[in-house]
């Protein structure tokens, strides 16, 4: 796929449109940016990204209100300030190998036979990517992999995605600011729990309209009633900064979310997508992999100083989660926690 960059600066683009439209009124789209700066900083970065923008839906009243809508909606992965996670989520992430198991496993879903990453000439859009750990894992590893668009909810992870001088776009899993039929792939993982009610279904409608023919959408969760669905339960709600009163995905659920969004060839399977973290001792291992849980979650509330909060964590991962196992592997020693994924995966077709 090629693309021609656009210029973002004369009188008849988009940019200039934006000028007269929802921003002016004051609204904040990407920390202090609005839409139209981050329309020319992504222009000059990722002139690709410019065809893919819908202007029906970025310019006038339909983006102020999807601005107000967001600005109203996010608040969970906001920064501490505004009482979300953020920040803590984003330093548990500062080393994305953490997931890179079930991260890898994830891309391949998006391959004609499971079994290799697709190129850099396939676009996928993370639906939600957080501050872009899959980014920043393609990236850290130097992999030959697809070119991703980190999409988030947040105003604190896109921003952070900005920073990186990541693809990205502030938008919601249910609402795309994107064209029909312009992405190889749509993923969402790693939080889809977030999405209820009826906005499960808006979602896979929104990665269908935006999924070209012959792309696919990949679905990841864990479980509800599982080992993983009961430890956000039972460990997430009460102890997490933020709580976590969301009801997790079924295997019915996901095949009929696909079907009823149009995708065919739809399987659904469990993937193993466990923590590993590493150091240089047992020691240092199995601290990186506790500091790794509580930071990811924010369980600020599981006790009022760090070192009882970290030992009584480490009994609720021996309880909900199998414990940590410690091995060496080459120079390193790695702290491994198992976790079981559910994953759909549905194909658009013609």
């Not at 920040?87 to 391959?111: E, W």
């Not at 009929?256 to 240092?284: H, R, W, Y």
Request: net charge negative; aromatic share 10%; glycine share 8%.
């Amino acid at each position: 796929m090629t693309f021609t960059q656009l210029n973002t600066c004369d009188e008849t683009t988009l940019c200039d449109r934006q000028k007269h439209s929802a921003e002016d009124k004051g609204d904040s789209y990407i920390g202090d940016l609005s839409f139209t700066d981050y329309y020319r900083i992504i222009g000059e970065r990722f002139p690709f990204m410019l065809q893919l923008i819908d202007a029906g839906r970025v310019t006038g009243p339909a983006l102020h209100r999807r601005i107000k809508e967001m600005n109203e909606m996010s608040w969970e992965f906001e920064g501490q300030n505004e009482g979300g996670r953020g920040n803590a989520y984003n330093l548990a992430q500062r080393n994305p190998k953490n997931r890179v198991i079930g991260t890898l496993s994830l891309l391949k879903c998006f391959s004609d036979d499971f079994e290799k990453i697709p190129g850099p000439d396939k676009i996928i859009l993370d639906a939600l990517a957080g501050d872009g750990t899959i980014t920043r894992l393609l990236r850290t590893e130097k992999l030959h992999a697809p070119t991703i668009i980190s999409a988030d909810l947040s105003s604190f992870m896109i921003q952070s995605c900005m920073e990186q001088k990541f693809p990205c776009i502030r938008q919601s899993a249910t609402y795309g600011l994107l064209k029909d039929s312009v992405l190889d792939g749509v993923l969402i993982a790693y939080g889809s729990h977030h999405l209820d009610g009826s906005s499960r279904k808006q979602a896979a409608a929104e990665a269908y309209r935006m999924v070209r023919y012959g792309g696919r959408f990949v679905l990841h969760d864990f479980e509800e009633g599982t080992a993983m669905a009961k430890w956000f339960d039972q460990v997430v709600h009460p102890f997490s900064r933020t709580g976590h009163p969301h009801k997790h995905f079924t295997r019915d659920e996901m095949y009929e979310l696909l079907q009823q969004a149009g995708f065919k060839n739809i399987c659904v399977f469990s993937m193993a997508d466990p923590f590993v973290l590493e150091g240089a001792t047992p020691g240092e291992s199995r601290a990186a992999a506790l500091m790794h849980v509580y930071r990811m979650y924010d369980l600020i509330n599981i006790a009022p100083k760090l070192t009882e909060a970290l030992h009584k964590l480490e009994a609720l991962i021996d309880e909900f989660l199998g414990g940590i196992n410690i091995e060496r592997k080459n120079s390193v020693w790695t702290a491994t926690i198992q976790r079981e994924a559910l994953v759909a995966v549905g194909t658009k077709m013609i």
